[in-house]
């Protein structure tokens, strides 16, 4: 049979992409490399490499797959032959317009030459043929984000060959009809769910509920329903030129590592665009082709809790996507041990190998033909933030690894998911349990059930809190599951994509459960004898597998057991403190429970929002003379006082940064009609005084208007009141003699060395009668925040006054760029669209800017002052790659939130052991 005809879409990407004749073979070697030119490769250069010509330690070329199939492959062990396109050939794909040029081609045909050596099949050849599957292989894992094709290489006229060499018919047709499902999704992107209901149609017609019941006719019936359809839809018949299968292939995964679902992923990992995925072509072995045959996927230890045993599943007579995909649910790993001793028995032993040889827990798909085991795959398995601090511990204990190992094994903000609130012990007691699924990935969720990823995202936005409820998720659904609380499924295993993506993210996920009965058009699900609708609370524990339809409170997280000898460990190797952010006393107390060394941010203002509070700020606000607003302000000194206290008893002694007052004056006024006329009477004045004082508060960019020190400049009584109360407090917290305090003020929003020292001689006045008034031997320092890039600029005049930095990333950031974070997001997501930016620069430091202001102000800082004090107390300061960051450029502390202080602690270790210093 002829080849059927291409398309104009076919045709088009095929253009000029002939492959050379001669030159770029055996001696491809021998070429002289020359310098790229234009976008265009490196004559000479080496885009494909055979599985046995790499090691582990090539992953920035090959993959982390690429890499640890060719490590295998040295090692001896069943591996299914092949090539890895490199991730330069990725990136090139992109410089030449998305095109795979011609010397990237000819090298990929000349691999699949050798593949046909070490195989002995023909690619095409319907008497003996080789069929591959083409799969992405990023050097960082990312489950499920990209793209796959298995099977490829069939046609009309192989699929007939292919039956007969087999004597399998209905294996070999099942094979095909999952070539095109998937080519056809992949490469030609038409909806893998309009396959699904093309198969639904024909088990209907057929009287059976699965696919396995199917026969070798009914396959043949989907294919020729699957390419009507094709053809329907693309107006041109399936592709059944082999080659033109393969480059097409190719490419789509290459273009899967820039779809939207990769970018999200990426964004949210902080996996660089111009890494770039390589693409592994390697030889099918088929875990379709009987019942004694199989695929599967399990670890060296479970991914939830990290207990040291195969943890896994697999199906009898099913590809690899049967596993993942959820549709049928498979067998734990131990029943293998009974269907097939030999195999079980042989891939436990290779399981063990290959942990010992990477001293990590390893993520392994393997798949059995015809009684024999192939391994397809290895990686250091995802796993929750639990089972990774278990194995790390674990692997220390076992000898494997050393203790500062072990402090690299575990993602920094993977603890996020230890030092959240788990369900209340007594309600859970008394709460009733309607469904029970599989424990996928630990935690406790509690949330409103949405049904689809984008109700998950619009419900989120608007401050709900969430759980997905899915017959099974997919890669579509990311943006969704990044915002649940929790996540539910019909359908899946533990390895199925929502196990294996909550697991990485440390979300919550109950998976496979199989009583629910979902309606997503009428937005509700039965369960338990109980109909919950959208909107409706429920409850899951990804612990458990327990389903609840109510909501149940939670309690606070603790550090303890393996997490508190994990953090000791971290603590011995990392050089910054970490301090946290905390307004209250109560913050102050979380804190420290989680191991801050400090406050190094304290927001004053937080403070003059309650009840009788709030009155005396818009008392002093309206005051049009000193004498007035003193008057105010006494009224706000003592609450002030009494929380610093309240906050160095909390610390225990530990350094306290306190920020004088930093917002404008107009966001502690009202700005509705009826409250202006309620306040307005409570304070006795008119109304029309109060519009007019809040109409000469009224700022175009409050953000770069009257505020921070501008305010003390303007009105120094301010900075007397907060003195007062921060070295009083200070004062009666030292005289009741469990702790000496030592304060440190901290000017905001500096730009000029003579404004600091304006507002300090108000301070060290004020700071100085009261101490000496006292009696007491107390020091206390005065410092800055430096979020002005002009504070960065001339950080060496500065320093003469500051006695320590404190830079404030979040305002610097707007600074330097020139845009709110409180706009930006209107825009942000066109420029990581146009890639433009790569992550929010609100979130992650951009080290190139912003970075390059604060390296510039240590340097000049030091140089007048060298025993200055250096911290960062921004939203960066919890951010684990901006920890980093702070560590390299030599700051003394970083501050954050704290739930981050444990993230920030890990970071700084890992950052410690990585760059000494």
Not at 166 to 175: I, K, L, M, V
Not at 284 to 305: L, Q
Not at 396 to 408: K, N, P, T
Not at 453 to 466: F, H, M, Q, S, T
Request: glycine share 10%.
């Amino acid at each position: 049979m002829g080849h059927l005809r291409m398309g104009p879409k076919i045709r088009g990407v095929l253009k000029g992409s002939a492959p050379p004749t001669g030159g770029c073979g055996a001696n491809r070697a021998a070429f002289q490399t020359l310098k790229n030119n234009g976008g265009r490769s490196i004559v000479g250069k080496k885009y494909v490499y055979m599985f046995s010509e790499g090691n582990k330690d090539m992953r920035e070329l090959l993959g982390g797959k690429g890499a640890n199939l060719a490590e295998m492959t040295k090692a001896g062990m069943p591996v299914p032959q092949g090539f890895t396109v490199s991730t330069e050939a990725c990136t090139q794909y992109y410089n030449d317009g998305r095109q795979i040029n011609d010397d990237i081609q000819q090298q990929i045909y000349d691999g699949l030459a050798k593949m046909e050596e070490i195989c002995g099949k023909k690619f095409a050849d319907p008497s003996n043929p080789l069929l591959v599957s083409v799969r992405s292989g990023a050097r960082a894992s990312m489950p499920g984000m990209m793209d796959t094709i298995l099977n490829l290489g069939l046609n009309d006229t192989v699929v007939e060959g292919f039956a007969k060499f087999t004597n399998n018919p209905r294996f070999a047709y099942d094979s095909y009809r999952r070539f095109i499902q998937m080519f056809s999704d992949v490469v030609m992107e038409l909806p893998k769910p309009e396959f699904e209901k093309i198969i639904d149609q024909v088990k209907e017609e057929k009287g059976v509920k699965q696919d396995i019941e199917l026969t070798a006719e009914d396959m043949q019936e989907l294919v020729r329903r699957f390419k009507a359809f094709y053809r329907e839809k693309k107006g041109e018949d399936f592709p059944s030129d082999p080659k033109v299968q393969l480059m097409e292939a190719v490419k789509a995964v290459f273009r899967s590592w820039d779809n939207p679902r990769a970018n999200v992923y990426r964004r949210m990992n902080e996996i660089p665009y111009d890494w770039g995925t390589a693409v592994n072509v390697q030889q099918m072995v088929f875990g379709n082709s009987g019942e004694s045959s199989g695929t599967g996927v399990a670890f060296t230890r479970n991914p939830a809790t990290g207990e040291k045993a195969l943890f896994g599943e697999y199906l009898i007579n099913a590809q690899g996507e049967d596993v993942v995909a959820g549709v049928r649910t498979p067998s734990p790993i131990s029943h293998l041990k009974e269907d097939m001793p030999e195999v079980y028995n042989q891939f436990a032993e290779i399981a063990d190998r290959l942990e010992k040889h990477y001293k990590d827990m390893q993520d392994m798909e393997f798949t059995i033909e015809s009684g024999k085991l192939y391994m397809l795959q290895t990686r250091n398995g995802k796993r929750t933030a639990a089972a990774a601090l278990k194995v790390a511990v674990d692997l220390v204990d076992e000898g494997m690894i050393d203790e500062r190992e072990a402090v690299l094994r575990v993602e920094p903000k993977q603890l996020d998911a230890l030092l959240h609130p788990q369900f209340d012990a007594a309600a859970l007691k008394a709460a009733k349990v309607i469904g029970k699924g599989l424990a996928a990935s630990p935690g406790a969720a509690c949330g409103k059930v949405v049904f689809s990823a984008e109700d998950a995202k619009e419900w989120a936005d608007r401050g709900e809190k969430v759980v997905l409820v899915r017959r099974e998720t997919s890669p579509e659904d990311i943006e969704g599951m990044v915002v649940a609380q929790g996540i539910l499924t019909v359908r899946g295993g533990m390895t199925s994509h929502a196990a294996v993506v909550a697991r990485g993210m440390g979300t919550c996920c109950v998976s496979g459960c199989g009583e629910i009965e979902v309606d997503y058009d009428a937005k509700f699900f039965t369960l338990g004898g109980m109909t919950i609708k959208e909107g409706d609370y429920i409850s899951i524990d990804g612990s458990t597998g327990n389903i609840y339809g109510q909501a149940i409170p939670t309690v606070e997280a603790s550090i303890s057991g393996d997490f508190g000898r994990f953090m000791e460990w971290a603590d011995k190797a990392r050089k910054l403190e970490v301090y946290t952010n905390a307004d209250t006393p109560r913050d102050a107390k979380q804190g420290r429970s989680f191991g801050a060394q400090g406050i190094g941010l304290c927001r004053t203002e937080h403070m003059f929002f309650e009840g009788e509070r709030i009155k005396a700020m818009r008392e002093m606000i309206v005051a049009d003379n000193t004498e007035d607003r003193k008057k105010g302000l006494a009224k706000i000194l003592p609450y002030q006082q009494s929380d610093f206290e309240g906050i160095y008893e909390a610390m225990e002694g530990c350094p306290v940064i306190i920020r004088f007052l930093d917002p404008p004056l107009h966001e502690f006024l009202p700005t509705k009609e009826e409250d202006i006329k309620e306040i307005a009477g409570e304070m006795g004045i008119s109304v029309e005084k109060l519009h007019a004082v809040i109409e000469s508060l009224h700022e175009f960019n409050p953000m770069m208007g009257h505020r921070g020190c501008r305010l003390c400049v303007s009105y120094p009584e301010i900075a007397e009141m907060q003195t007062t109360a921060v070295i009083n407090a200070a004062i009666n917290v030292t005289k009741k003699g469990q702790y000496k305090i030592s304060p440190n003020i901290m000017i905001p929003l500096v730009g000029e060395e003579k404004e600091l020292k304006f507002v300090k001689d108000v301070v060290v006045a004020t700071a100085d009668k009261l101490i000496k008034e006292s009696g007491i031997d107390m020091k206390y320092e005065v410092g800055t925040m430096i979020e002005i890039p002009r504070a960065a600029l001339t950080a060496d005049e500065i320093a003469k006054e500051a006695e320590f930095f404190s830079f404030g990333t979040n305002d610097l950031t707007q600074m330097t760029f020139g845009f709110s974070r409180d706009d930006a997001g209107k825009f942000l997501n066109y420029y990581y669209e146009n890639k433009i930016y790569e992550s929010d620069p609100f979130a992650h430091l951009d080290q190139k800017g912003v970075g390059k202001l604060v390296e510039m102000a240590v340097k000049l800082g030091r140089q007048t002052r060298p025993d200055i004090h250096l911290g960062i107390c921004g939203e960066h300061g919890g951010d684990p790659t901006s920890v980093e960051f702070c560590h390299r450029v030599g700051l003394n502390y970083v501050s954050c939130s704290p739930f981050r202080v444990p993230i920030a602690r890990l970071a700084a270790a890992q950052a410690a052991i990585k760059y000494p210093r």
